[in-house]
């Protein structure tokens, strides 16, 4: 199929699609390739298979996962079909990329319970009649031993060594196991029984994907094409979004914390956010760098707009005006917050009448023990009835209505029972 073979509508229809779903790719393999599936489809009618595979490795999502979720929206916003693959059997094994050491393997039940979650999350995203929902256990459990055989015979250890991650650990004598190699075979297997046309993942996981290509073609089947996101940064600005590092803005978190945790969002990375992992159109983000950078928009609007933003797609409009208001109440005019949540407090528990505050930190939850909640306090973190606690195992008499706060999000106000 030739370009001047379309109409001039298929034309402009191919570069519009074309144009919204590059906007912050950092790499296609191969471009023309891309180009090709669009006219096909458009001219066709017939809509791509674009894939995600998601190992249920942690038990939620965060911001970071979004940034693939968001581009196989746009796919589907034009017609296209996601293949939303759960590795729920890849996900036994850990995908080795990154990693200076063999993962350890997660049990079935962690990789469904895990993999329950991330159903419910992923669709505050995606269109579901738009998705398949696919688990890979569905045809790489079935395989026989003399077709694993088979396909470990299409690659390599020479191709397997070009990874960094397992280089640098054969350098460094650290042990590889044979399964690992594994990983991105089964991961190019889920292409290959899909019939998959695109694939999308992260940087890091170009090796994985560009095996999907490998093993289309040695099965004889069209190859797909590759496109590569960035590994959006977390709130410190400088290493990947990661909640084992805490820099991270969780989708399943409480609104006002969502809210609160996206103004620290370092002012050079709101647009950055804005173009991956949030809803606005290419006219709109354009408009928001002019004003950005002609001085008409102020960075702590722009910022608050992001933070709405975030809260409105994953909690509705009405929380976000409520997050928001929370937000000027408590951090702008430097108020308590109308509605405090109560948390009863049995006064016959009381020594004297008298609590340790470390031990009611760890009873309403601000604190998973007694130690967390002493460097809290250590660090000038909690205050009662807006002063600031210093002494760490100190004492007080609480009365209805104290008012204890941790951070600058977490209020709770005590009620004796």
Same mark, same amino acid.
């Given at each position: 199929?030739k ?8 034309q ?5 699609q074309l144009?919204?779903?590059? !906007? @912050?790719?950092?790499?296609?393999v ?6 090709? %599936?669009?006219?096909?489809?458009v001219?066709?009618?017939v809509?791509?298979?674009v894939?995600? @595979?998601?190992?249920?490795s942690?038990t ?5 996962h979004?940034v693939?979720? #968001?581009?196989?929206?746009q796919?589907?916003?034009? @017609? ?7 590795g729920?059997?890849?996900g036994?094994i850990?995908?080795?990329?990154g ?16 993999? *329950?979650t ?6 505050k995203?995606?269109?579901?009649e ?6 890979n ?7 026989t ?9 299409? +690659?390599?250890? *020479? ?8 280089? %640098? ?9 044979i399964?690992?190699?594994?990983y ?7 292409s290959?029984e /899909?019939k998959?046309?695109i ?6 996981? %170009?090796?994985?994907?560009?095996? @999907?290509?490998?093993?289309?073609k040695?099965?004889?089947a069209e190859p797909?094409v590759?496109?590569?996101?960035p590994l ?9 979004? =990661?909640?084992?590092l805490?820099?991270?803005i969780?989708?399943?978190e409480?609104? /006002? ?7 620290? +969002?370092?002012?050079?990375?709101m647009l ?5 992992v949030?809803?606005?159109?290419s ?7 002019e ?6 928009a102020h960075?702590?609007?722009v910022?608050? $707009?992001?933070a ?10 009405a929380v976000?005006e =409520?997050?928001?208001? #929370? ?7 430097r108020?308590l ?5 109560i948390?009863?407090?049995?006064a *016959?528990?009381?020594?004297?009448? $008298?609590?340790q505050?470390?031990e009611?930190?760890?009873?309403i939850?601000? *604190? ?12 000038? =973190?909690? $205050?009662?009835?807006? +002063? %600031?606690?210093e002494?760490? /195992?100190?004492?007080f ?12 999000? !977490?209020?709770? $106000?005590l009620?004796?029972?």
């Amino acid at each position: 199929m030739k370009w001047e073979e379309l109409t001039r509508a298929q034309q402009q229809e191919v570069e519009r699609q074309l144009e919204v779903v590059s !906007r @912050g790719v950092v790499e296609i393999v191969p471009e023309e390739e891309l180009r090709g %599936k669009l006219m096909k489809s458009v001219v066709t009618g017939v809509p791509l298979n674009v894939k995600l @595979g998601l190992d249920p490795s942690a038990t939620d999502i965060h911001i970071g996962h979004t940034v693939v979720l #968001h581009k196989l929206r746009q796919f589907q916003e034009f @017609g296209h079909v996601v293949q939303l693959i759960i590795g729920d059997f890849t996900g036994r094994i850990g995908d080795p990329t990154g990693k200076s050491e063999t993962r350890k393997q997660l049990s079935e039940e962690d990789v469904q319970r895990n993999a *329950a979650t991330y159903k419910r999350q992923i669709f505050k995203i995606l269109n579901p009649e738009q998705t398949q929902l696919l688990c890979n256990s569905d045809w790489l459990s079935l395989m026989t031993f003399a077709e694993v055989v088979n396909l470990s015979s299409k +690659v390599t250890v *020479a191709r397997m060594m070009e990874r960094d991650d397992f280089t %640098k650990r054969f350098q460094g004598g650290q042990a590889i196991s044979i399964h690992e190699f594994f990983y991105p075979l089964m991961q190019g297997m889920d292409s290959v029984e /899909n019939k998959t046309d695109i694939e999308l993942g992260g940087t890091d996981q %170009k090796f994985n994907i560009l095996m @999907g290509r490998t093993l289309q073609k040695e099965y004889g089947a069209e190859p797909q094409v590759v496109i590569l996101m960035p590994l959006l940064e977390g709130l410190d600005g400088v290493k990947k979004m =990661s909640k084992s590092l805490g820099n991270y803005i969780g989708i399943d978190e409480d609104p /006002n914390e969502m809210y609160g945790k996206t103004m620290s +969002v370092p002012d050079e990375l709101m647009l950055r956010y804005y173009e991956m992992v949030t809803d606005l159109s290419s006219e709109e983000l354009a408009a928001l760098k002019e004003a950005l950078s002609s001085g008409k928009a102020h960075p702590r609007d722009v910022k608050m $707009k992001l933070a709405y933003t975030f809260v409105r797609l994953y909690h509705g409009s009405a929380v976000a005006e =409520s997050a928001q208001q #929370h937000f000027i109440t408590v951090f702008q005019q430097r108020l308590l917050p109308e509605n405090i949540e109560i948390y009863n407090l049995a006064a *016959a528990e009381l020594e004297n009448g $008298k609590i340790q505050l470390a031990e009611l930190l760890t009873r309403i939850g601000f *604190a998973g023990s007694k130690g967390e909640a002493k460097r809290s306090i250590k660090q000038g =973190s909690v $205050k009662l009835n807006e +002063v %600031k606690q210093e002494e760490m /195992n100190g004492e007080f008499m609480p009365v209805n209505g104290d008012i204890i706060q941790v951070g600058k999000r !977490r209020f709770i $106000k005590l009620h004796l029972v």
